[in-house]
């Protein structure tokens, strides 16, 4: 070999063997991984797998829904207002709601069954009072089945009217019910 090409071939043997020990400086979060999380970098490498379209936790997602009681009487539903959106897994929703949506995919349906429990709770009998009427302003004008709002901002619902004194439940509407919500996930954000 020629004298004068051998700087040459050893600039060009060095950079082939340095550009397999550099990361790009691109700042494009890619790194060498083998699928096992075990790579360098701190993006995704050629082997790691990207869940993109199942619901993980932190994720904002869109959904489609119905709820509806045991009897089939639907409460609630997206339908006419739009999809509703909220943050799976930050508490947002209803317990069981919450859980039901991660791990769902994009487009996926579903229809659970919430207990009480992980719903509005059970019924506090100590949130259902008896007030006399003489403390309550326009007592005459209440019906039983009438929403009312305490002084501290808590609604209720008018259960009894006696002589005397009402009885009002401050209970959630739909605490103490299993309720049953078909839902469909129609936007995922990562």
């Known amino acids: 070999m ?4 051998l700087p040459f071939l050893s600039i060009a043997i060095l950079l082939v063997l340095l550009s397999g020990c550099v990361q790009p ?20 490498g050629p082997g790691d797998i990207v869940d993109t379209e199942t619901v993980q936790k932190g994720d ?7 709820g509806t009681l045991a ?17 799976a897994g930050a508490g947002q929703m209803i ?41 309550i302003n326009d007592a005459e004008k209440l019906k039983v089945g ?8 808590v609604n209720g619902v008018v259960k009894e009217k006696k002589e005397t004194t009402i009885v009002i439940d401050f209970n959630h509407p739909l605490a103490g019910k299993e309720l049953t919500f078909w839902i469909k996930i129609v936007k995922i954000e990562k």
Do not use: C, H, W
Not at 2 to 5: A, G, P, R
Not at 79 to 86: I, T, Y
């Open 2 to 5: 020629k004298k004068e090409l």
């Open 25 to 44: 400086d691109d700042d494009s979060g890619t790194g060498t991984g083998d699928g096992t999380g075990n790579g360098t970098g701190s993006g995704i």
């Open 60 to 66: 904002k997602v869109a959904v489609e829904y119905k």
């Open 71 to 87: 009897d089939g009487t639907q409460f609630d539903a997206s339908e006419g207002r739009g999809p509703l959106e909220f943050t």
């Open 95 to 135: 317990k069981g709601f919450d859980a039901a949506v991660i791990g769902m995919m994009l487009n996926e349906e579903t229809t659970i069954e919430i207990p009480a429990a992980e719903a509005y709770g059970e019924s506090d009998p100590s949130k259902v009072t008896e007030i006399p009427l003489e403390q």
């Open 146 to 153: 009438m929403s009312v709002t305490s002084s501290q901002g």
